[in-house]
Structures are given as C-alpha cells and as structure tokens.
C-alpha cells in the first residue's frame, strides 16, 4: 500500500474533526514533491559521522575521545532508523527498490527490517484508532512514572527476542508472524538473513583478528546510545492518548515543538500528528504543512523536555492499558 493510499484511507475513517484537515488532494501539489537531493544529503552526513566516529575509536587515541565517537555514532544509529521512516513511506525516491536499499542501510545497524518495518509500520497509520493498531518497535512503555522505572523502559532490550524469533523463522523456512503477503515475507526473511551474516562475520572478524573494534563501534553504541534515544523518539508519538477506539488523529497523535535541531535529528517526527494526518506528504514538506493545520490539534507539546517530565511525574500516563498498542 502506497504512502498516498494509506493518507486516503485515513482520512476516511477518521473522527469528524479531522474533517478540518484538507484531504490530500485538495492540498497543494508542491508538499508531495520529492526532494530526493536533501534526503541523500541527509543520509550521507549521517553516516559520515559513523564513519568518522568508527575510525576515532579505531585510532583509540584518548578515552575520552573514545567515548565521544561511541556516543555520536549510537545517537547517529538512532537518527538512520528515522530516515528508514522515510524511506519506508517511500518519500525519498520515486523507485521502489533505491527505496528498500536505502532503508535497508539506515536499519542495518540497529537490527531494524526495512520490508517487516515497512509492512507494520503502514498497518500502523491505516489501523491507528482501532482495537488492531499495534507498534513495529516493542519497547515497555508502561510503568515510567519513577526515574528507575523510565530507565528501564528505555534500556528494555525486549524487541531483540523479536528479532531473534523472526530470525529463526528466517532460517528455518517458516513465514514470519503475522504478514500474510508472501512477496513481502520473502524480502523481510531475506532481511534478516543478511543481518545473520553481517554478525557471523562481525564475530568472525574479532575472533581472527582479536580486534574489538566491532564490538565497540557497534554493539556498544546500539545498546548503550542507540536503544535508549529511539526510544525517547518513539514515546511522545502516541504515549498516554487512547489509539485503539479514538479514530481522530487530532486527539490520539501528540505534536511536540522542537528547535532546528531536534527537528532535524527525529527527521520530523516531533511533527508526529501532521504526518498522521497526510503520510503521503515527505518528511521535508511536512513543516509547512504543520504550520498551517496545526491550530487544529489537541496534543501538544512545548518540548521534549517537559513532556519527559511530565512521564516521570505521572501527569502522562495511560489510566486504562487496554486503550493502547504501547504495551504489546
């Protein structure tokens, strides 16, 4: 299902508010033009800073130097994943398969499939609002309102039992759970199966040379760094709104205002309702759309900072967890 085909169908079962919202095509055509240059900038600068920090831990010069490069290299982790939303909207390019590629390399490091992502991530935003809707990233997202608890969830290493499962599955021959289009399962398995080899070969690589430079530049990065900050990306999204019976994506989507910067490192995502509203319009055309139809939303936030303090405090919270996807 095209990105274009699931803002249709949102805005065909929405709540009457949202009524208030243009239907895509009544929006001007210009907020669905591609900018595949500043999507390809975007991805370059991103893994050039991987790059360059892969090589400062190489070089080992100082710990602190060290430490600095694993830090920006998981926060950069982190960062790819929101440019495989993206790309799994296919938002950067026109051909479907420069599309799978790209979000392919941006996932790699963080175990995240471009094709299982993709296939759940639509469901997502077409069942946003029913009983069905369910997230891709199983991150614990109840019990925050303690520093420990907030910890927890956000170093909770829970999705990589998913991964290891659908990677058995993958091995094995048998389908992946829960997607029933069997090209798609295909590509997905064969995802997974490329992720089993760059580990094999990680781990072979270490094991002959008895350099860690890819456990450090990796695995220390993913678990320490990445893991924890897309998890703070992922929470604002929808956390504390009912998104299993409140079909209005006004009221069961959050907006968070952020500065250039964090706008940029979550690639838009602060914008969370505007891109629920009209998924087909890329990320890069998504604030202008936003300062247009945002005096209609009924979840905002001033920044991520207060909304993070507000989760430690209590005051966003779930009361009922059967009216969330959060918890499954």
Known sequence: MSSQAVAELIDENVAPPVKKIAKPKELPQELFQRRTATFVAKFGFAMGLVAAGWVAIALDVHLAV????????????????????????????????????????????????????????????????????????????????????????????????DVLRHVARSLTGRPIENVKRPTTNRRIKAEYR?????????????????????????????????????????????????????????????????????EWFTNGNNLHTTHHAHPGVPMENVPALSAEIHPHFEVVEDSYWSFYRKVLLGEVRYEDFSETCMTR
């Not at 998981?74 to 051909?95: K, S, T």
């Not at 790699?108 to 369910?134: C, I, P, Q, T, W």
């Not at 199983?138 to 910890?151: Q, T």
């Not at 890819?214 to 929470?235: D, K, N, R, S, Y």
């Open 66 to 161: 060290t430490a600095a490069a694993i830090v920006v290299v998981g926060l950069m982790y982190a960062h790819l994943v929101e440019l495989q939303h993206e790309c799994l909207h296919e938002h950067p390019f026109r051909n479907r398969r420069l599309n799978r590629v790209f979000g392919f390399l941006c996932g790699v490091f963080m175990f995240s499939s471009y094709s299982h992502y993709k296939y759940e991530h639509l469901r997502h935003h077409a069942l946003l609002g029913k009983d069905e809707n369910k997230e891709f990233f199983n991150y614990r997202f109840n019990r925050l309102s303690s520093p420990i608890g907030f910890v927890r969830g956000a170093w909770h290493l829970g999705r990589y039992a």
């Open 194 to 262: 490329v992720f089993v080899g760059l580990v094999v070969a990680a781990v072979a690589f270490t094991a002959v040379t008895g350099n860690p430079i890819l456990a450090l530049a990796w695995l220390v990065p993913l678990l320490a760094v990445a893991e924890p900050t897309h998890f703070l990306i992922e929470l604002p999204e929808h956390f504390g709104l009912n998104t299993q019976t409140d079909p209005s994506v006004l009221s069961n989507t959050r907006t968070v205002k952020a500065g250039p910067f964090f």
